[in-house]
């Protein structure tokens, strides 16, 4: 299983949206409504931010939202904030059970 | 409050044995899927193996299949991760996640804080 494919680094600044994208196949992403994304900051433990392609945890911010076209799936972050700047990882359900990861995106808050 | 403590990293050689454990507190753990998800420091994230809330199902990724053995123990509220035939490319830091579904553990929605894994001569 190869990993989704992120791009390496996003950036933007305050108050602006941007989106990362994570493209697999029709054997992951494309053929599972099971896409998550994670934030993790340096030093710390990944954070889950989006279930199930679009559903958010309780307590994550309305500003995160997902969505899923075909094999790719996105995180869009509205109204960015500093404390935004971080590493995103999305995962989906492969097969039989298994789970892949995209090999994340550094986003810089300008 | 939900707590995830790994604990029995270290250092192994190549072709060695270590059991990882996860002490799980504060939610109801006989309910949800569980699984490791491994980071080689300043890398990114690879998930490794999950298990069904019985037990009756578990997942590897083909990196680990045939090595490493996941299970849990729903008396003790413990996830355990075997791994043998450790590799070099094995080394990295080992989180245990607790996933908000109960059978095939598709997102993680709580983790633990890590245990590193060193495999070295």
């Known amino acids: 299983q190869s990993a989704l494919t992120q791009p390496a680094s996003v950036s933007g600044s305050p108050g602006q949206s941007i989106t990362i994208s994570c493209t697999g196949t029709?054997?992951?992403?494309?053929?599972?409504?099971?896409v998550s994304w994670y934030q993790q900051h340096p030093g710390k433990v990944p954070k889950l931010m989006i279930l199930?392609?679009?559903r958010r945890p309780s307590g994550v911010s309305d500003r995160f939202s997902g969505s899923k076209s075909d094999n790719t799936a996105s995180l869009t972050i509205s109204g960015l904030q500093a404390e935004d700047e971080a590493d995103y990882y999305c995962?989906?359900?492969?097969?039989?059970?298994?789970?892949?990861f995209g090999g994340g995106t550094k986003l810089t808050v300008l | 409050e939900v707590q995830l403590l790994e604990s029995g990293g270290g250092l192994a050689q190549p072709g060695g044995s270590l059991r990882l454990s996860c002490a799980a507190s504060g939610f109801s753990f006989n309910i949800y899927a569980m699984c490791w998800v491994r980071q080689v420091p300043g890398k990114g994230l690879e998930w490794v193996s999950g298990i069904s809330y019985t037990a009756g199902n578990t997942y590897y990724a083909d990196s680990v299949k045939g090595r490493f053995t996941v299970s849990r123990d729903n008396s003790k509220n413990t996830l355990y991760l075997q791994m043998d035939s450790l590799r070099a490319e094995d080394t990295a830091i080992y989180y245990c996640?607790?996933?908000?579904?109960?059978?095939?553990?598709?997102?993680?929605?709580?983790w633990g804080q890590g245990t590193l894994v060193t495999v070295s001569s």
């Open positions: 029709s054997s992951d992403v494309g053929g599972y409504n099971y």
């Open positions: 996640a607790k996933s908000p579904h109960t059978t095939i553990p598709v997102a993680s929605d709580y």
């Open positions: 995962s989906s359900y492969a097969r039989s059970g298994t789970v892949i």
């Open positions: 199930d392609v679009s």
